[in-house]
């Protein structure tokens, strides 16, 4: 069984996923710093670019949005689906142009320097439906059962749904939590979802580009929506004030969820009941300790994730090729908690320690797929290369956990490492040669972090007496203190 804590304060909600007093998952929402993901806008197309077969959306945000033709659907099919008599997919530039006013829904938030990605395929998610309202079709989540209630599922939602020329349209899929709804259940997201699409539509009717006219839920209430599994024993939120409001919110779309909501009373905070902030304060960093001894490194790059597996201090087995292979079968289910935790998506490569024997490999590897399978995001996951690592993917649809609270290092600028004070000091002197050549000053001032000044004063003053001699000028030194190591000014006098 699992518990969810979520902490709330006006500025930040928390929720932190528990299972046997570890956490699995963290998902931080800022109330200055919504995630966009499900919101629908009014958007005009700024620029249309055939090279890339891409679009850029003005959505009234910072940064234009994107939109590509593989997202772009056309009466309820994509562009490749559309051929022309050469048999080519159409291109984006016969389907859009600019100054185009088109209804678009955000399917990945902003990350790093790239704008928001868009889809005209528009999807509103309710409680055991997702509402599709351009498709006609009904679609069953993977994870519900049998081959046979899947489609008893579809036979009723089918009788449900209606036909367009009664009133009925839209596609629907069946969410998991569906598989054990009664017909009024279902019958009320349907009516909820769309009332909702409703709404939307006539907002884009009078609404200007640039518009908002739909924004997913609340953190909070995503909880009840997302989070919540017949697995969650309780949830429990330490505000009174948003627990009346989620349960009214549970009263009236999930109240099964809402049997399992508590308000928190406790003296000590809501997230010292198991070291929450001390797990966070870890999934920011780059080594992760394993029980045995052994630990992983992690490196997040703009392009993927790398994870090293290392022995440690593990000593404990019996041979060399046991202590290997017990430590990739514990890392194994310690990667697939900190990609959850940390919210790593995209390019993952695993770096496990080098096994000999072929059933170690795929013992490592079932367990590795066994334990991601308790991942909420889509995850695909290859074999053993012939080096002997394994790729994978993790779907990414908003910022990792080190993203979202954490900025590059001001000083190393996000490389992890800075040059050396010796370094900055021949810097310097092959500046000064250079500047030498050019100019002819009265003399040269550097001005540099205290820590090289020093060392030019002490280890390298020979070399510099040199280079002052040489170039015929003399040469000052003025020690800045809130210099970093590698900044440094050399003026001409």
């Given amino acids: 069984m699992e518990d969810i804590l979520i902490n709330w304060s006006p500025q930040e909600t928390r929720v932190a996923v528990v299972e046997n007093g570890a956490v699995q998952e963290l998902h931080i929402e800022r109330t200055l710093e919504r995630g966009l993901v499900g919101n629908i806008y009014s958007g005009k197309v700024a620029r249309v670019l055939p090279g890339m077969q891409s679009?850029?959306?003005?959505?009234?945000?910072?940064?234009?949005?994107?939109?590509?033709?593989a997202d772009l659907h056309v009466n309820g099919a994509t562009p490749r689906a559309h051929h022309a008599e050469s048999g080519a997919p159409v291109p984006i530039e016969r389907l859009v142009f600019e100054g185009q006013t088109l209804t678009v829904q955000v399917i990945k938030d902003p990350i790093g320097s790239k704008g928001a990605r868009l889809s005209t395929q528009i999807s509103i998610a309710g409680r055991m439906l997702v509402f599709l309202p351009q498709d006609d079709h009904i679609g069953i989540s993977q994870k519900i059962g049998s081959p046979e209630t899947r489609e008893q599922l579809r036979a009723r939602m089918q009788a449900l749904v209606g036909k367009p020329e009664e009133g009925g349209g839209g596609g629907f899929i069946l969410r998991t939590n569906a598989e054990d709804a009664s017909d009024e259940e279902l019958g009320n997201d349907v009516a909820y979802l769309r009332k909702t699409w409703g709404q939307i539509r006539e907002r884009a009717h009078r609404s200007p580009p640039g518009t908002l006219l739909h924004q997913d839920l609340s953190l909070v209430e995503r909880v009840l929506r997302d989070l919540t599994t017949d697995r969650t024993g309780s949830i429990r939120i330490d505000s009174r004030m948003q627990y009346e409001v989620l349960h009214a919110f549970?009263?009236?779309?999930?109240?099964?969820?809402?049997?399992?909501l508590e308000h928190y009373r406790g003296e000590r905070p809501i997230f010292d009941l198991n070291n929450i902030d001390a797990e966070l304060d870890r999934a920011l960093a780059r080594r992760v300790e394993l029980k045995s001894g052994g630990y992983l490194i992690v490196d997040q790059t703009e392009a993927m994730?790398?994870?090293?597996?290392?022995?440690?201090?593990?000593?404990?087995a019996r041979n060399f090729d046991d202590t290997i292979f017990k430590t990739n079968l514990e890392a194994a289910g310690a990667i697939a908690r900190q990609l959850r935790l940390r919210?790593?998506?995209?390019?993952?490569?695993?770096?496990?320690?080098?096994?000999t024997r072929e059933e170690h490999?795929?013992?490592?590897?079932s367990e590795f797929r066994k334990q991601l399978s308790k991942d909420r995001t889509k995850v695909t996951v290859g074999g053993f290369t012939q080096l002997g690592l394994v790729?994978?993917?993790?779907?990414?649809?908003?910022?990792?956990l080190a993203r979202m609270l954490c900025?590059?290092?001001?000083?190393?600028?996000?490389?992890?490492?800075?040059?050396?004070?010796?370094?900055?000091?021949?810097?310097?002197?092959?500046?000064?040669?250079?500047?030498?050549?050019?100019?002819?000053?009265?003399?040269?001032r550097v001005v540099a972090a205290a820590n090289v000044v020093e060392m030019l004063l002490d280890e390298e003053s020979q070399h510099l007496a040199g280079l002052s001699d040489f170039i015929g000028k003399p040469i000052s030194l003025t020690a800045e203190p809130t210099n970093q190591t590698e900044h440094y000014d050399i003026v001409l006098m």
Avoid at 250 to 260: F, I
Avoid at 305 to 316: A, E, M
Avoid at 343 to 355: A, K, Q, S, W
């Fill in 250 to 260: 549970g009263e009236m779309y999930m109240p099964a969820a809402t049997a399992k």
């Fill in 55 to 69: 679009a850029f959306i003005d959505i009234g945000l910072e940064r234009a949005a994107f939109l590509h033709v």
């Fill in 391 to 400: 790729e994978m993917t993790r779907k990414r649809t908003r910022e990792s």
């Fill in 361 to 365: 490999r795929s013992a490592v590897l």
């Fill in 407 to 444: 900025e590059p290092c001001p000083t190393c600028d996000g490389r992890g490492q800075i040059k050396t004070a010796r370094t900055v000091c021949y810097d310097i002197m092959r500046e000064i040669l250079r500047e030498a050549r050019q100019f002819s000053p009265k003399e040269f």
């Fill in 305 to 316: 994730t790398t994870i090293d597996v290392n022995t440690g201090g593990f000593v404990g």
């Fill in 343 to 355: 919210n790593l998506g995209g390019i993952i490569i695993v770096d496990f320690i080098d096994m």
